[in-house]
C-alpha cells in the first residue's frame, strides 16, 4: 500500500511539473513586444537590397523564404515564385555591369500579427544603382512586403514592387 501511495504522490508531482512547464513555455512564447521586434525587423527589409552593395548572396538568401512560398512581384510584369527561381535570376544581380549604389526606405510603415510571427510592411523605395556605368535606380517605388518569423530569424515571404503613375 505504501508503494502505491509513492507512487501516486510521485506521478501527481511529475504532472504538476509538466503542466506548469508547459504553461511557462506557451506564456514565453506569446510575449511579444514590437519596440523590440521593430529594429530587427527593418534590418531585415534594409537587408533585402543591402546585400547587393557587396554582393553579399548568402545575406540576400538568408533573408528571404528558401522556399516554394516566396513571392516577388517587380514594377516590369515579372513575378518570381519560390526561392528556386529567385536563385536563379541571380547571375543577373551578379553581373560586373550591376552595381548597387544605396537606398533609402521613405515612410516605412510597419504591423506586427498579434503573436508576433508575421510582420508586414508598406514604404517608398529610392534604390540607386547603375548597369553599364548607367543610372538604373528605382525612385519614388513603392514597396510592401509580408516577412514571417521562421526558427527565430525574420524571413521575407512576399514583397511587391511598384511605380506610381
Partial sequence: MKTRSKFFSVSI??????YIGYNL???????????????IVEQTINNILGWAIE??????FNTI????AFISVTPYNRV????????????FWGDTRFKAIGH????????FSKDGTVAWFYCNLNDYNTWDGEPA???NTRWTGVL??????????????SFPK
Fill in 13 to 18: 508531482v511529475i504532472i504538476i511539473v509538466i
Fill in 25 to 39: 513555455e506557451r506564456n514565453r512564447e506569446t510575449t511579444f513586444s514590437p519596440e523590440d521586434e521593430f529594429p
Fill in 55 to 60: 554582393k553579399d548572396f548568402k545575406l540576400f
Fill in 65 to 68: 523564404a528558401n522556399d516554394s
Fill in 80 to 91: 518570381k515564385f519560390g526561392f528556386d527561381a529567385v536563385k536563379a535570376d541571380s547571375a
Fill in 104 to 111: 533609402e526606405l521613405n515612410d516605412l510603415h510597419l504591423n
Fill in 137 to 139: 535606380n528605382w525612385l
Fill in 148 to 161: 514571417e518569423k521562421r526558427e527565430n530569424k525574420w524571413r521575407v515571404v512576399q514583397q511587391h514592387f
